[in-house]
């Protein structure tokens, strides 16, 4: 019976992450094909490039998890350094959509972000843990917030025209919110958790990687 349990969550969370996996494809064939067209608003060229590398890593990623080509043995700094990339190209794209005049200090804001999540990406090689993902995704959090409110404090009829990114940026906004309960307590969570509830829990990564995505593919496909 238990074996059977096993084989049904493992089989559940294959399936979603697969899923969310098919949506970035889809995804970076969307905004291609918006390139191509040069329908692509300048900004959304930030999102290109990190749908790109997203792309690149998660079929690395499955070439190395089905043993068909090797091309490193450690997985865990790959997915640590993806997490700076994961902050970088998005909170750039956030920061230029924010409304108002404070474009020093969000400057700064992101440079000292990048920088912490630089350092703690260090301790995490060397401690086995994965708090500079969590740091990458408080940031993410963050940016979304300053945009939110500067929307707010401008109007919404600033927003007729940044619809796209606006589906982009809350997009961005749930599937972090979704996701940093996960990285935040995961090695608690395994610790008190039995295996087959801490899988079950875990994905929710995946599932929050399906809200961004379809997020990302109303804005593109909103884009005239």
Same mark, same amino acid.
């Given at each position: 019976m238990n074996g059977n349990l096993v084989g049904m969550i493992n089989v559940v969370? %294959?399936?979603?992450?697969?899923?969310?996996?098919?949506?970035? /494809?889809?995804?970076?064939?969307?905004?291609?094909?918006?390139?191509?067209?040069?329908k692509l608003p300048l900004n959304f060229v930030f999102l290109l490039c990190y749908l790109t590398i997203s792309t690149i890593e998660y079929l690395l990623f499955e070439l190395n998890r089905f043993s068909i080509l090797t091309f490193f043995e450690n997985q865990k700094f790959i997915d640590l350094?993806?997490?700076?990339?994961?902050?970088?190209?998005?909170?750039?794209?956030?920061?230029?959509?924010?409304?108002?005049?404070?474009?020093?200090?969000? %400057?700064?804001?992101?440079? /000292?972000?990048?920088?912490?999540?630089?350092?703690?990406?260090?301790?995490?090689?060397?401690?086995s843990t994965y708090y500079s993902v969590t740091v &990458?995704?408080?940031?993410?959090?963050?940016?979304? &917030?300053?945009?939110? %409110?500067? /929307?707010?404090? &401008?109007?919404?009829?600033?927003?007729?025209?940044?619809?796209?990114?606006?589906?982009?940026? &809350?997009? /961005?906004f749930l599937g972090t919110s979704m996701l940093l309960p996960i990285i935040l307590f995961g090695l608690y969570l395994k610790t008190i958790l039995s295996p087959n509830a801490f899988f079950l829990i875990s994905t929710l990564a995946p599932i929050s990687s399906i809200i961004m995505y379809s997020f990302f593919i109303k804005a593109i496909l909103s884009i005239k």
């Open positions: 969370f %294959n399936v979603i992450f697969e899923t969310a996996n098919l949506l970035l /494809v889809i995804n970076l064939l969307l905004v291609i094909n918006k390139f191509f067209k040069k350094f993806f997490g700076l990339i994961h902050y970088l190209f998005l909170a750039f794209f956030i920061k230029r959509e924010i409304i108002g005049n404070n474009k020093n200090l969000n %400057n700064l804001i992101f440079y /000292v972000i990048g920088i912490i999540i630089l350092i703690v990406i260090y301790f995490d090689k060397i401690k &990458s995704n408080l940031g993410l959090i963050l940016y979304c &917030s300053i945009y939110f %409110n500067s /929307v707010m404090k &401008s109007g919404y009829e600033h927003l007729s025209n940044k619809t796209p990114a606006f589906f982009i940026i &809350s997009g /961005v």
